[in-house]
């Protein structure tokens, strides 16, 4: 199933949350005294996507709307692929979507002595043994949905040998994976998760926050129940692919004797032209595909963030597509339709040129100058007006001057005459092309003074205005035109679909060295957002400094010109 916005289409109405229902109901019957406990569970091992966004949104909302607390838990249960890194780049990804734990921040780590005391406890109740099978036979014992698994030769040790090898793993005297500890449950069971599945594992690896205190480490679907089950969860809200392992956490939970939080799984988030799976991101960064985990290219937040999304604009989306049971792909054009809504009422107005072409006004005097009066967002009048310079020599696109026009193309040709944007209206009365290649590299036009404002006084009409830059006043930036990082709908695809890196868009990002802006953006700083008049919305990138600006483009306009133009090419071929 794929949810689709088009562009003409009126706001959608919100969606119902059943998992609120299901808190309204608990609410209702007092259970946990009334208490509404959530978490955010991530493991920090690569930066958060837009799916995260999702549960962040679900999970801290949701303890917003009950007056509940939320958790903020690093699951580092797995030192080989976790660093500091990643946990300082959550932090800010959460902080800056708009949500805060207080003093609730808590690591998994944080309960390694308590999960092995567990463990132990297990261990007494002949309810788990020491494993010297090794990864690839525990598989092969394992079975198939459909054939019962084989026990391990292991399996009846005694409990005393089962405590004394353990308490030997804990001390280091074994070598990575020559033993495991595994839960003992049924190896005929129906569900793959409750035949003797590993608990702890054998890992020399320094841990980024206990050091090298351990050498074994707990499985998640261990460490998982338990650590919601310490810190009183009463939701614990998980993704769909986690609900074939509440049986297993309630199996750990009941023979511990310990608190039940209440799991309720919901679908993960997929969109169109993305890719979710952080394995893949990883591959895309560490190969080079991408400049690094914020890329503007990239699903995650700090390359959303980067790019000059808004967090508005992504809680608005979280909350519009709601949460369901059933896996769907959201059409990313849904995504885009709240960010330019936000845009639109938050970004200035201002003029850029980003393939300019030169104009010279003949009729204007050489030495004059003028400052004319433009409105900074007709969305929100109390963001008032600027004053923009007027000169001789202008800046405008190359793509709005054709010497030979289709039909319905109303921008600048020979003869014709336009308006520009806030100043006049003009007229091209030749083009200088290059005697080399042919180029048009400079236009000279004529003005008149009466349709200063852009109004003729004889109500004379125009079908375009253009938007302009003065070539005097200028400033020269550096802007990077982003556009979606994959050419298909579901590069993720299908197992048969092959690698899905053939699928990345190969114009995913094209560099303008030399484009013209007006001056007013000279004080622009880091993550200012702006629309540049019909050429969409933009941000200052990080890379800016006193030397050079840099701009990204965040989204495009909606441009009807644009859609016969590539209507147009689309025939062409």
């Known amino acids: 199933m794929t949810e689709k916005i088009e562009n003409n289409k009126e706001k959608p109405e919100r969606s119902a949350n059943f998992i609120h229902q299901i808190i309204d109901e608990d609410l209702k019957n007092n259970k946990n005294d009334g208490r509404i ?87 007494k109740k002949g309810k788990a043994y020491v494993c010297d099978l090794s990864a690839e036979e525990v598989r092969e014992h394992r079975g198939t949905p459909l054939i019962a698994g084989e026990n391990s030769p292991y399996r009846e040790r005694s409990i005393k040998e089962n405590l004394e090898l353990f308490e030997c793993m804990r001390r280091g005297e074994f070598p990575d994976g020559a033993r495991t500890l595994r839960a003992k449950i049924d190896m005929a069971s129906s569900n793959l998760n409750m035949r003797d599945p590993v608990m702890y594992r054998i890992l020399h690896e320094s841990h980024h926050r206990t050091g090298d205190k351990w050498c074994i480490y707990p499985m998640y679907d261990w460490a998982h129940g338990l650590e919601d089950s310490i810190e009183g969860i009463t939701h614990s809200i998980c993704t769909l692919e986690f609900e074939d392992h509440r049986p297993l956490y309630d199996w750990f939970l009941d023979e511990l004797g310990a608190y039940h939080s209440q799991q309720i799984e919901f679908a993960r988030l997929n969109l169109t032209y993305t890719i979710m799976s952080k394995r893949k991101l990883l591959e895309l960064v560490e190969k080079g595909y991408v400049n690094g985990w914020d890329d503007p290219r990239m699903p995650t937040i700090s390359g959303l963030r980067r790019r000059g999304y808004t967090s508005e604009s992504i809680r608005n989306f979280a909350d519009r597509i709601g949460v369901a049971k059933r896996e769907s792909i959201v059409d990313v054009a849904l995504l885009e339709f709240y960010l330019r809504e936000d845009l639109n009422k938050r970004s200035p107005r201002v003029m850029g040129v980003l393939r300019p072409l030169k104009v010279v006004i003949n009729n204007y005097p050489e030495d004059k100058e003028e400052y004319l009066t433009a409105i900074n967002n007709p969305e929100d009048p109390s963001a008032g007006t600027r ?57 000279h036009c004529t003005y008149d003074p009466a349709t200063k404002g852009g109004d003729a006084p004889d109500r004379r009409k125009v079908k375009s205005t253009l938007h302009w830059v003065s070539a005097k006043h200028a400033i020269e930036a550096e802007v990077r035109l982003y556009d979606r990082l994959f050419k298909v709908e579901n590069p993720a695809g299908d197992k048969d679909i092959g690698d899905y890196k053939k699928f990345l868009n190969p114009i995913s990002l094209e560099i303008l060295p030399r484009c013209f802006l007006e001056p007013s953006l000279i004080s622009a700083k880091h993550g200012d957002r702006f629309q540049f008049e019909r050429m969409g919305y933009f941000c200052v990138d990080p890379d800016s400094n006193n030397q050079r600006m840099v701009f990204n483009r965040t989204i495009t306009l909606r441009d009807t010109w644009e859609r016969i133009q590539k209507k147009q090419a689309k025939n062409n071929r």
């Not at 976790?82 to 959460?94: A, F, L, P, Q, R």
């Not at 054709?402 to 040709?413: C, G, I, Q, V």
């Open 37 to 123: 406990h959530t978490r955010f569970p991530p493991e920090p091992n690569g930066y958060l996507h837009i799916g995260h966004a999702k549960s962040i949104c679900l999970n801290f909302g949701t303890a917003k709307k009950y007056n509940g607390l939320c958790n903020l838990r690093f699951d580092d249960t797995n030192p080989s692929k976790e660093e500091e890194e990643y946990v300082k780049s959550i932090t800010e990804d959460i902080r800056w979507l708009g949500f805060d734990w207080e003093d609730r921040l808590y690591f998994a780590s944080d309960y390694f002595d308590k999960m092995y005391e567990y463990a132990v406890q297990l261990i």
């Open 387 to 443: 004053k923009i310079p007027f000169s001789k020599v202008l800046y405008i696109e190359k793509t709005d001057f054709m010497e030979n026009p289709p039909k319905k193309f109303y921008r600048l040709t020979p003869g014709r005459e336009v308006r520009l944007r806030y100043a006049y209206f003009i007229t091209c009365t030749d083009a200088v092309k290059d005697k080399r290649t042919g180029e048009i590299i400079e236009l």
